[in-house]
């Protein structure tokens, strides 16, 4: 069975930053898009940025330009640098595929916590 493991989340103030990780164990990113992913109590989870198997990121309009996708291949694993957070960026973070079709279980994913 595929682990997703993510860590990296944490209290942070607004304007503040952060990186997560998520280690993918196996193959199971290689020559797949590969997405973060963030929900909170109550709401759907949504897609926050997605990079393709060859590096192409998408992102949408809500954390464009402060949320920056990438990956390591070589470690299997995908990264999450999150600048300029607003307490509205709280939530529980997650990583998986983007094809809904080849998922792997959730993760326990990590908490990101935006608060003075």
């Known amino acids: 069975q595929v682990q997703l493991v993510e860590s990296g989340g944490g209290l942070v103030q607004p304007g503040g930053s952060l990186r997560l990780s998520c280690v993918v164990a196996?193959?199971?990113?290689?020559?797949?898009?590969m997405g973060w992913y963030r929900q909170v109590p109550g709401k759907q989870r949504e897609l926050v940025a997605s990079?393709?198997?060859?590096?192409?990121?998408n992102y949408p309009d809500s954390v464009k330009g402060r949320f920056t996708i990438s990956r390591d291949n070589a470690k299997n694993t995908v990264y999450l640098q999150i600048n300029s957070l607003k307490p509205e960026d709280t939530a529980v973070y997650y990583c998986?595929?983007?094809?809904?079709?080849?998922?792997?279980?959730w993760g326990q994913g990590t908490q990101v916590t935006v608060s003075l």
């Open positions: 196996g193959s199971f990113s290689s020559g797949y898009a």
């Open positions: 998986n595929r983007v094809s809904p079709f080849n998922r792997a279980a």
């Open positions: 990079i393709t198997s060859g590096g192409g990121t």
